[in-house]
């Protein structure tokens, strides 16, 4: 499987982005890490295809929302509220099959490239 991120920029803080994350077939279910500079990598959002059920880390909860487009094997990440803490190389990944945890990046995998996001202040 193979996945394509897309979607980061630069914006002020309180703004909002929209990440993509094209996959080339259906997997169990993706997820999205973000790694800041100087930082280990972390979970921010998961979903499960089948069932559309989703997970968030604590410090995005409320701010961003990850969905999928079905049709066309894609999930998004809704960005609001922006924070400059939330500065971060994004990246998607999946997992082919049902694991233990979804913040745990080592129980994913594919990865797709890294996607900037960048929010001033």
């Known amino acids: 499987v193979q996945l394509q991120a897309s979607g980061g920029g630069l914006v002020q803080a309180g703004g909002s982005l929209r990440l993509s994350c094209a996959a080339s077939g259906r997997t169990y279910g993706m997820g999205w890490f973000r790694q800041a500079p100087g930082k280990e990598r972390e979970f921010v959002a998961g979903?499960?295809?089948?069932?559309?059920?989703?997970y968030y880390a604590e410090s995005v909860k409320g701010r961003f929302t990850i969905s999928r487009d079905n049709a066309r094997n894609t999930v998004y990440l809704q960005m609001n509220s922006l924070k400059p803490e939330d500065t971060a190389v994004y990246y998607c990944a999946a997992r082919a099959g049902a694991r233990s945890d979804w913040a745990r990046s080592y129980e994913y995998d594919y990865w797709g490239q890294g996607t900037l996001v960048t929010v001033s202040s």
């Open positions: 979903m499960r295809w089948s069932t559309g059920s989703t």
